[in-house]
């Protein structure tokens, strides 16, 4: 969800773990208090800190710690053993003020209404800001020292080992490394800059008004987020319908104010590329992790090309709800209604058998996981909606945000999350500090791969014609939305940065008839395959990843690389488990796209969104064969 842009700029990272807080690709929110759900299951925070008084007395110590840094300024070249010293001292630093901001994050998701928590974040934010500020100038007098010194000290100094990969990650990025002055500028902008996703976070999370509806069944719903994701997918269309309209209706109230936020987010991201030196602002977001544009554009251009089985999909939905006619508001009921439910027990033991080709190792972190505190499970009033893993605390264990509602999609989001929390668990093993942290290409991946093996898993029972068209169907429904979904975002992203970039004016209305003319597109409205109401097209306004700077499309490519590893899981590749666990292990170490391309998935190329289409085909001849042997 974040990506450690957040703390430092691209030219002046230094090391440490990104900030590894991942959403689910659906929109798991939290819900009223008044729903019927179990007794909530909270995280045990004490491992990061026993108090607030402990919190308190460890930001006082820190704020200390990061003014003390200055003193390294103008002396990184004197010699091997000083350039370690400052290194080692910036990045224990930045390790101890990742425990402050972590506690202060996840304190402050547990009830989003509490302002002194929302305080103290704002707090932890500011002294990571001050930290940006006084680290400014390692980039520019890295530079200044110049490679051939710096490599010098690299062979001299066996402590610089653990720097290394950044120090010389920090010399690629030269030509964007601007002067002290100018990257103490820049950092001392972060809370600035993070201004538009704190306001839109506390906006829809909090402030915002939403309808209330009866339901067919005279039940009365108050239509928040959670609300949505629920009923959006029944089984009754009249419903579905209602639903869309009401709460769609609510966010068109604030077309004007959400476009503002996500326009002044926009600009500010392609004024830092353009400070930077960047050819545009998908280059300089792109820049930072060493993944080719061409990853990007490649990745849109087969979306187009796979359109025709996306709409195949479509018109297999339309024929197994019986429909005459495709809306956008009948693509989130099941294709066939399933009634069983799952409590947080059977997520585990479901968790547990689909990663058996993971290997011993992989399910003994699960099972350690699994027995400790921590998690965060039941949606609750306040509580942050979504779910995601947060593994910043280098030496302590992950923790995970759910909002688990019983459903067989929370099953699969319980899996996604705790893909991230092994992933973040086997890179600590294998990696110092510095290089633990994992880009989001490969963390994805970690996810998706784990959603596939349970997919496969739940395929491999002895099941009945229609729990196999449940789970093939939730299959299905899985590669739409985190493929042709997340790709679709991309480029919404994509062209709203690139109109900001041509000079024209941003509004909420313009950004809903970008989204509405890629709804069109992408749903085969003017070939007949599916009605996209008008008035739906606000929903840009709903998707919180629009402010992480080109961050969703890499669940679009997590998701065929990580078919491309699960499939060669199923089919008994011997070697696939190893190469698997050596790209979550390698951490930080490597650059993500190089790091996979050596283990044979080139997101650059057509060959892993070919793979995941393929699948997709299949599992609609599946679903074909079994509509056709029954006379459906």
Not at 51 to 75: C, D, F, M
Not at 561 to 581: K, S
């Given at each position: 969800?974040?990506?450690?842009?957040?703390?430092?700029?691209?030219?002046?990272?230094?090391?440490?773990l990104?900030?590894?807080?991942?959403?689910?690709?659906?929109?798991?929110?939290?819900?009223?208090?008044?729903?019927?759900?179990?007794?909530?299951?909270?995280?045990?925070?004490?491992?990061?800190?026993?108090?607030?008084?402990?919190?308190?007395?460890?930001?006082?110590?820190?704020?200390?710690?990061?003014?003390r840094?200055?003193?390294?300024?103008?002396?990184?070249?004197?010699?091997?053993?000083?350039?370690?010293?400052?290194?080692?001292?910036?990045?224990?630093?930045?390790k101890?003020?990742?425990?402050?901001?972590?506690?202060?994050?996840?304190?402050?998701?547990?009830?989003?209404?509490?302002?002194?928590?929302?305080?103290?974040?704002?707090?932890?934010?500011?002294?990571?800001?001050?930290?940006?500020?006084?680290?400014?100038?390692?980039?520019?007098?890295?530079?200044?020292?110049?490679?051939?010194t710096?490599?010098?000290?690299?062979?001299?100094?066996?402590?610089?080992?653990?720097h290394?990969?950044?120090?010389r990650?920090?010399?690629?990025?030269?030509?964007?490394?601007?002067?002290?002055?100018?990257?103490?500028?820049?950092?001392?902008t972060?809370?600035?800059?993070?201004?538009?996703?704190?306001?839109?976070?506390?906006?829809?999370?909090?402030?915002?008004?939403?309808?209330?509806?009866?339901?067919?069944t005279?039940?009365?719903?108050?239509?928040?987020?959670?609300?949505?994701?629920?009923?959006?997918?029944?089984?009754?269309?009249?419903?579905?319908?209602?639903?869309?309209?009401?709460?769609?209706?609510?966010?068109?109230?604030?077309?004007?104010?959400?476009?503002?936020?996500?326009?002044?987010?926009?600009?500010?991201?392609?004024?830092?590329?353009?400070?930077?030196?960047y050819?545009?602002?998908?280059?300089?977001?792109?820049?930072?992790?060493?993944?080719?544009?061409?990853?990007?554009?490649?990745?849109?251009?087969?979306?187009?090309?796979?359109?025709?089985?996306?709409?195949?999909?479509?018109?297999?939905?339309?024929?197994?709800?019986?429909?005459?006619?495709?809306?956008?508001?009948?693509?989130?009921?099941?294709?066939?209604?399933?009634?069983?439910?799952?409590?947080?027990?059977?997520?585990?033991?479901?968790?547990?058998?689909?990663?058996?080709?993971?290997?011993?190792?992989?399910?003994?972190?699960?099972?350690?996981g699994?027995?400790?505190?921590?998690?965060?499970?039941?949606?609750?009033?306040?509580?942050?909606?979504?779910?995601?893993?947060?593994?910043?605390?280098?030496?302590?264990?992950?923790?995970?945000?759910?909002?688990?509602n019983?459903?067989?999609?929370?099953?699969?989001?319980?899996?996604?999350?705790?893909?991230?929390?092994?992933?973040?668990?086997?890179?600590?093993e294998?990696?110092?500090?510095?290089?633990?942290?994992y880009?989001?290409?490969?963390?994805?991946?970690?996810?998706?791969?784990?959603?596939?093996?349970?997919?496969?898993?739940?395929?491999?029972?002895?099941?009945?014609?229609?729990?196999?068209?449940?789970?093939?169907?939730?299959?299905?429904?899985?590669?739409?939305?985190?493929?042709?979904?997340?790709?679709?975002?991309?480029?919404?992203?994509?062209k709203?940065?690139?109109?900001?970039?041509?000079?024209?004016?941003?509004?909420?209305k313009?950004?809903?008839?970008?989204?509405?003319?890629?709804?069109?597109?992408?749903?085969?409205?003017?070939?007949?395959?599916?009605?996209?109401d008008?008035?739906?097209?606000?929903?840009?306004?709903?998707i919180?990843?629009?402010?992480?700077?080109?961050?969703?499309?890499?669940?679009?490519?997590?998701?065929?690389?990580?078919?491309?590893?699960a499939?060669?899981?199923?089919?008994?590749?011997?070697?696939?488990?190893?190469?698997?666990?050596?790209?979550?292990?390698?951490?930080?170490?490597?650059?993500?796209?190089?790091?996979?391309?050596?283990?044979?998935?080139?997101?650059?190329?057509?060959?892993?969104?070919?793979?995941?289409?393929?699948?997709?085909?299949?599992?609609?001849?599946?679903?074909?064969?079994?509509?056709?042997?029954?006379?459906?």
């Amino acid at each position: 969800m974040m990506s450690r842009d957040t703390w430092f700029a691209p030219a002046a990272a230094v090391g440490g773990l990104i900030v590894m807080m991942m959403t689910t690709t659906t929109i798991a929110t939290a819900q009223d208090a008044d729903r019927s759900q179990p007794e909530q299951v909270e995280w045990d925070l004490d491992e990061i800190y026993p108090s607030y008084e402990a919190w308190n007395r460890s930001k006082t110590q820190l704020e200390e710690r990061v003014a003390r840094l200055a003193i390294y300024r103008g002396r990184l070249g004197e010699s091997a053993a000083m350039l370690r010293e400052a290194f080692d001292a910036i990045t224990g630093t930045e390790k101890e003020l990742a425990r402050l901001y972590v506690f202060a994050f996840l304190k402050a998701d547990e009830d989003r209404r509490v302002a002194e928590a929302q305080e103290r974040r704002g707090l932890a934010a500011a002294l990571l800001s001050e930290l940006n500020e006084t680290v400014a100038f390692v980039s520019p007098e890295l530079l200044r020292v110049g490679s051939e010194t710096v490599e010098r000290y690299l062979a001299e100094e066996p402590g610089l080992a653990k720097h290394a990969f950044n120090i010389r990650n920090t010399l690629r990025q030269e030509p964007h490394t601007l002067s002290d002055e100018a990257e103490q500028v820049i950092a001392a902008t972060g809370p600035v800059v993070q201004g538009p996703e704190r306001i839109y976070a506390m906006l829809t999370s909090s402030d915002m008004p939403f309808p209330t509806v009866t339901l067919s069944t005279d039940e009365e719903v108050r239509l928040d987020q959670a609300a949505y994701s629920l009923h959006r997918a029944s089984q009754h269309r009249d419903d579905r319908k209602l639903v869309f309209d009401r709460f769609w209706g609510a966010w068109k109230a604030y077309e004007t104010s959400l476009g503002q936020t996500l326009d002044t987010h926009v600009k500010t991201h392609v004024f830092q590329a353009k400070a930077r030196r960047y050819e545009n602002a998908l280059d300089a977001a792109l820049s930072g992790p060493n993944i080719p544009t061409a990853v990007y554009h490649t990745l849109i251009e087969a979306a187009h090309r796979h359109l025709p089985t996306l709409h195949r999909y479509f018109r297999l939905r339309r024929r197994m709800l019986g429909l005459d006619d495709l809306h956008y508001y009948d693509i989130y009921p099941n294709l066939v209604a399933s009634e069983r439910t799952f409590d947080i027990d059977e997520s585990k033991t479901l968790t547990l058998s689909s990663a058996a080709p993971l290997g011993n190792h992989y399910l003994a972190l699960l099972e350690e996981g699994f027995g400790g505190a921590w998690m965060h499970v039941y949606p609750q009033m306040g509580k942050a909606p979504g779910a995601y893993m947060y593994g910043d605390v280098y030496d302590v264990h992950p923790y995970l945000l759910l909002n688990h509602n019983g459903q067989f999609n929370d099953v699969s989001t319980f899996t996604h999350e705790w893909g991230h929390a092994i992933h973040t668990m086997l890179a600590k093993e294998q990696n110092p500090y510095e290089t633990a942290g994992y880009a989001t290409f490969t963390a994805e991946i970690a996810s998706t791969t784990n959603e596939v093996l349970l997919q496969e898993y739940m395929l491999g029972q002895d099941i009945s014609d229609d729990e196999r068209l449940f789970y093939l169907g939730t299959a299905l429904e899985a590669a739409r939305g985190t493929f042709f979904r997340q790709v679709m975002f991309a480029e919404f992203e994509l062209k709203i940065h690139e109109l900001v970039e041509a000079g024209e004016a941003l509004s909420g209305k313009k950004m809903t008839g970008v989204y509405e003319a890629l709804l069109r597109q992408y749903h085969g409205a003017d070939t007949g395959v599916m009605t996209i109401d008008p008035a739906y097209a606000v929903e840009w306004a709903f998707i919180p990843h629009f402010y992480r700077n080109f961050y969703v499309f890499q669940y679009a490519t997590s998701i065929a690389g990580g078919t491309m590893f699960a499939e060669r899981f199923l089919t008994g590749d011997e070697q696939a488990r190893d190469d698997y666990l050596a790209v979550l292990s390698a951490g930080g170490s490597r650059y993500a796209y190089e790091l996979l391309r050596e283990y044979g998935i080139d997101l650059a190329t057509d060959a892993p969104y070919d793979a995941l289409i393929a699948r997709m085909d299949r599992v609609m001849d599946q679903i074909e064969e079994i509509l056709d042997r029954r006379g459906n």
